[in-house]
């Protein structure tokens, strides 16, 4: 069992930056891929990035890619989600995820669930 715990989302002006952490409990965390993902309104929820459970590889939704980072401190149990260079249509709620397979991309591939924490980019 993982329970995770999204913070760090906020407002933000285009062009600004934000930093996502997630802390999981558990002590499993290590042997977990871990993904964000993000919805907005009316919208269905979408792939943004993912961490290999050894942190040494990683994979973005074309959208992100170049301007946001993931990465993982297993020690600290905590998934980050670095996002620069924002713009109004990152706006979303961002979830943090874990999954038993190896840098799934589909929600499906996810077994446990944050709460996830608002992002909002103004123009």
């Known amino acids: 069992q993982v329970q995770l715990v999204e913070s760090g989302g906020g407002l933000v002006q285009t062009g600004g930056s934000l930093r996502l952490s997630c802390a999981a409990s558990?002590?499993?965390?290590?042997?977990?891929?871990m993904g964000w993902f993000r919805q907005a309104p009316g919208k269905e929820r979408e792939f943004v990035a993912v961490?290999?459970?050894?942190?040494?590889?990683?994979y973005y939704a074309d959208s992100v890619k170049g301007r946001f980072t993931i990465s993982r401190d297993n020690a600290k149990s905590t998934v980050y989600l670095q996002m620069s260079s924002l713009n109004p249509e990152d706006t979303a709620i961002y979830y943090c995820?874990?999954?038993?397979?190896?840098?799934?991309?589909?929600?499906?591939?996810?077994?446990?669930w944050g709460q996830g924490t608002q992002a909002t980019v103004s123009s």
């Open positions: 558990g002590r499993t965390f290590s042997s977990y891929t």
């Open positions: 961490i290999s459970w050894s942190e040494d590889r990683t």
């Open positions: 995820a874990a999954s038993r397979n190896y840098l799934s991309d589909s929600p499906k591939g996810y077994v446990y």
